[in-house]
T-cell receptor, first 114, second 112 residues
Framework: NAGVTQTPKFQVLKTGQSMTLQCAQD?????MSWYRQDPGMGLRLIHY???????DQGEVPNGYNVSRSTTEDFPLRLLSAAPSQTSVYFC?????????????FGSGTRLTVV | AQSVTQLGSHVSVSEGALVLLRCNYS??????LFWYVQYPNQGLQLLLK??????LVKGINGFEAEFKKSETSFHLTKPSAHMSDAAEYFC??????????FGTGTRLLVSP
């Protein structure tokens, strides 16, 4: 049971480049989400999904796109990378959209935009 | 909307001393409350959670937290710190189908 798997673990991008951060879970969880973690700011929600085909914006969605074509996968796309998107990105999943179930987190992707 | 305030970005204790990490929340409806721990270069791991019922919640690694509605607090404690407890700790709040909102984190430093 792998849990939540994120790839890549590290990435350096040039300003203006695009890329996709991958997230996959094998727990048949309904709910998946992306957070970014910045020093002194905790974790901020970027986008989330309550099931295949359903996505919505979180607190800081600008510059990011998501889709959820399967239950297992929830990729995060950076359309045109900016230095302000330098951060650590975490994918999290839960068996229910009800937040009392607690989240399982991936190990993160550390992204640097130069 | 919910929010969380963690008092102190850094807390230092000696090995064997009491650990107390403070968390105050704001919620217009009965909250769900969580503590997560993050070890260096890792993701977040659920320590414990309060949803309903008993207000004293026990978690992994000897940690516990008490939900105090009158004080809107959910402080995390451990009677005796261990070197392996050094990590960053996040308090989080949610309610109903609302998304989880995290505090800014408290880094726990444990000295020998």
């Amino acid at each position: 049971n792998a849990g939540v798997t994120q790839t890549p673990k590290f990435q350096v991008l040039k300003t203006g480049q695009s890329m996709t951060l991958q997230c996959a879970q094998d727990m048949n969880h309904e709910y998946m989400s992306w957070y970014r973690q910045d020093p002194g700011m905790g974790l901020r929600l970027i986008h989330y999904s309550v099931g295949a085909g359903i996505t919505d914006q979180g607190e800081v969605p600008n510059g990011y796109n998501v889709s959820r074509s399967t239950t297992e996968d929830f990729p995060l796309r950076l359309l045109s990378a900016a230095p302000s998107q330098t951060s650590v990105y975490f994918c999290a999943s839960s068996y229910s959209a009800r937040a009392n179930s607690g989240y399982t987190f991936g190990s993160g992707t550390r992204l640097t935009v130069v | 909307a919910q929010s969380v305030t963690q008092l102190g970005s850094h807390v230092s204790v000696s090995e064997g001393a009491l650990v107390l990490l403070r968390c105050n929340y704001s919620s217009s409806v009965p909250p769900y409350l969580f503590w997560y721990v993050q070890y260096p270069n890792q993701g977040l791991q659920l320590l414990l959670k309060y949803t309903t019922g008993a207000t004293l919640v026990k978690g992994i690694n000897g940690f516990e937290a008490e939900f105090k509605k009158s004080e809107t607090s959910f402080h995390l404690t451990k009677p005796s710190a261990h070197m392996s407890d050094a990590a960053e700790y996040f308090c989080a709040v949610s309610a109903g189908f609302q998304k989880l909102v995290f505090g800014t984190g408290t880094r726990l430093l444990v000295s020998p």
